[in-house]
């Protein structure tokens, strides 16, 4: 890695930085934000016809649907979309400075770049890159690009032999997630993850090693130094206390945990604020420093996964892929991107198990809060709900995003119920079910065995 591209990610990050749109880390809300490149080919919606409701220019689309566009002109609008389907380059010429606001406007709602992302998605689903299904215009177009350039670094290369060559790999892997293959073009390859942490350290391809300083203040932690990751009851605390029912692990809602596994120390969760804050919220603070023992650790659990799915045991490799996430994501060893290099890990190796990976739904935050046998059991249930073969891509996209949905209605009725007494009530609702098992709230769950099935896939 050379020092010139090392300061392009650098500068990269900076102007990414000034115009960021406050994602947030869990890249939750659904917008566009795949980029478009010069020779991607355009494509308007089918039977889109533009109209004019006095100065309103607004594309109306057969089922009903419109979409108000504002402040081009509505000749030079009339016009780019008369050129359709064209490359992006030939728009921007059509539309010179209002193409900006034109793709904003319009980019992934009439008009699509279809080509660009089928080739992405025939490499590898954009949902196993993502927490939730969604569009593929959510993903991250370089994200999508370097992370399957980690796939097929994963897939080709034997396993790593020791603590050493482990490192090694993580070090390469993280490189390439942000940077993208030297070969690829620059910037149009750089990707910066959304946590805050990646963003004050661009430092592809190396470790974050500094320990966390905290101070107690009375009745009260701050803390001063190092890596924190943000530990939120996502959903609410009534979900988080339905889930800890069902793994019988209550302490996964303490306010302060410590964990350790084969007496390895895995980081502890603590409800803190740094000294420029004002309130304290739950952080999880991953072990510091880094030992061989984290990383034999690792190694340990990516064998047996590797073996294990090896002699087909669906049940033995799943237990191994969720201990193996569980330490990746605590331990924390990169400044940015854990979570997106732990499940290209996973989903390589449930891919040759079941045809097809899982969305990375909230498996993190799970694992910053449950002990390891618990994690385990709500891992399993993640792939008992979410891996599910379908004879087409698209059925598959269809299928999980109305999961989504389910989910969602699922969480939200939850979170407005009046007591823990009346959400668990809502467990045996009929109409309800189905989200209770897609949240991990499942009883009794098996490995699903798609043997039979045609995943529809290479």
């Given at each position: 890695?050379?020092a010139?591209?090392?300061?392009?990610y650098?500068?990269?990050?900076?102007?990414?930085?000034?115009?960021?749109?406050?994602d947030g880390?869990?890249?939750d809300?659904?917008?566009?934000?795949?980029s478009l490149?010069?020779?991607?080919e355009?494509?308007?919606?089918?039977g889109?016809?533009l109209?004019?409701?006095?100065?309103?220019?607004?594309v109306?689309?057969?089922g009903?649907a419109?979409?108000?566009i504002?402040?081009?002109?509505?000749?030079k609008?009339?016009a780019?979309l008369?050129?359709?389907?064209?490359?992006?380059s030939?728009?921007?010429?059509?539309?010179?400075?209002?193409?900006?606001?034109?793709?904003?406007?319009a980019f992934?709602?009439?008009?699509?770049?279809?080509?660009?992302?089928a080739?992405?998605?025939l490499e590898?689903?954009?949902l196993?890159?993502v927490?939730?299904?969604?569009?593929?215009?959510?993903?991250?177009?370089?994200?999508?690009?370097?992370?399957?350039?980690?796939?097929r670094?994963l897939?080709t290369?034997p396993?790593?032999?020791g603590v050493?060559s482990?490192?090694?790999?993580?070090?390469?892997?993280?490189?390439l997630?942000?940077?993208?293959?030297?070969?690829s073009?620059g910037r149009?390859?750089?990707?910066?993850?959304?946590?805050?942490?990646?963003?004050?350290?661009?430092?592809?391809g190396t470790?974050?090693?500094?320990?966390?300083?905290?101070?107690?203040?009375?009745?009260?932690?701050?803390?001063?130094?190092?890596?924190?990751?943000?530990?939120?009851l996502?959903?609410?605390?009534?979900?988080?206390?339905l889930?800890?029912e069902?793994v019988?692990?209550?302490?996964?809602?303490a306010?302060?945990?410590?964990?350790?596994?084969?007496?390895?120390?895995?980081?502890?969760?603590?409800t803190a604020?740094?000294k420029?804050?004002?309130?304290?919220?739950?952080?999880f603070l991953?072990?510091?420093?880094?030992?061989?023992?984290?990383f034999e650790?690792?190694l340990?659990?990516?064998?047996?996964?590797?073996?294990?799915q090896?002699?087909?045991?669906?049940a033995?490799?799943v237990?191994?892929?969720?201990l193996?996430?569980?330490r990746?994501?605590?331990?924390?060893?990169?400044?940015?991107?854990?979570q997106s290099?732990s499940?290209?890990?996973?989903n390589?190796?449930?891919?040759r198990?079941?045809?097809v990976?899982?969305?990375?739904?909230l498996?993190?935050q799970?694992?910053l809060?449950f002990e390891?046998?618990?994690?385990?059991?709500l891992f399993?249930?993640?792939v008992?709900?979410?891996?599910?073969?379908?004879?087409?891509?698209?059925?598959r996209?269809?299928?999980?995003m109305?999961?989504?949905q389910?989910?969602?209605?699922?969480?939200?009725?939850?979170g407005?119920?009046?007591?823990?007494?009346?959400?668990r009530?809502?467990?045996?609702t009929?109409?309800?079910?189905g989200?209770a098992?897609l949240?991990?709230?499942g009883?009794?769950?098996?490995?699903?065995?798609?043997s039979?099935?045609d995943?529809?896939?290479?």
């Amino acid at each position: 890695m050379s020092a010139a591209r090392v300061n392009a990610y650098r500068a990269f990050v900076v102007q990414e930085e000034a115009s960021s749109r406050g994602d947030g880390y869990l890249f939750d809300t659904p917008r566009c934000r795949f980029s478009l490149e010069p020779g991607d080919e355009l494509r308007l919606a089918p039977g889109a016809q533009l109209r004019q409701e006095g100065t309103q220019s607004l594309v109306q689309l057969p089922g009903g649907a419109r979409l108000p566009i504002a402040g081009i002109p509505a000749e030079k609008l009339r016009a780019a979309l008369a050129k359709l389907p064209c490359s992006y380059s030939a728009l921007t010429l059509q539309l010179g400075a209002f193409a900006p606001s034109f793709v904003e406007q319009a980019f992934s709602k009439i008009v699509f770049a279809p080509h660009a992302v089928a080739e992405l998605e025939l490499e590898l689903p954009s949902l196993e890159l993502v927490r939730f299904p969604g569009s593929p215009y959510e993903v991250v177009r370089s994200y999508w690009r370097n992370s399957i350039a980690v796939r097929r670094e994963l897939e080709t290369r034997p396993l790593p032999q020791g603590v050493a060559s482990l490192r090694a790999l993580l070090l390469e892997l993280h490189e390439l997630m942000l940077l993208g293959e030297p070969s690829s073009g620059g910037r149009s390859s750089f990707y910066l993850p959304a946590s805050l942490l990646g963003r004050k350290r661009p430092e592809p391809g190396t470790f974050y090693e500094v320990p966390t300083g905290l101070e107690r203040r009375g009745g009260e932690t701050l803390l001063t130094s190092g890596a924190r990751v943000s530990a939120p009851l996502l959903g609410g605390a009534l979900y988080w206390q339905l889930l800890a029912e069902s793994v019988n692990d209550d302490g996964a809602l303490a306010a302060e945990r410590e964990l350790t596994l084969d007496r390895v120390p895995l980081g502890q969760l603590v409800t803190a604020r740094a000294k420029q804050e004002r309130v304290a919220r739950p952080w999880f603070l991953p072990p510091r420093p880094l030992t061989d023992a984290h990383f034999e650790g690792l190694l340990h659990s990516l064998e047996q996964a590797h073996a294990a799915q090896r002699e087909s045991d669906r049940a033995a490799a799943v237990q191994a892929l969720a201990l193996f996430h569980y330490r990746f994501v605590r331990v924390h060893p990169l400044p940015s991107a854990n979570q997106s290099l732990s499940m290209s890990f996973v989903n390589v190796v449930l891919r040759r198990l079941f045809g097809v990976g899982m969305p990375h739904l909230l498996l993190d935050q799970l694992a910053l809060r449950f002990e390891p046998r618990a994690y385990q059991s709500l891992f399993a249930r993640a792939v008992q709900a979410w891996i599910a073969p379908w004879p087409s891509p698209a059925e598959r996209l269809r299928h999980l995003m109305h999961q989504r949905q389910e989910l969602n209605a699922f969480v939200h009725e939850v979170g407005n119920a009046a007591s823990l007494l009346e959400a668990r009530a809502l467990l045996l609702t009929e109409p309800l079910q189905g989200g209770a098992e897609l949240s991990l709230l499942g009883g009794r769950l098996r490995l699903p065995d798609h043997s039979d099935e045609d995943p529809g896939f290479d």
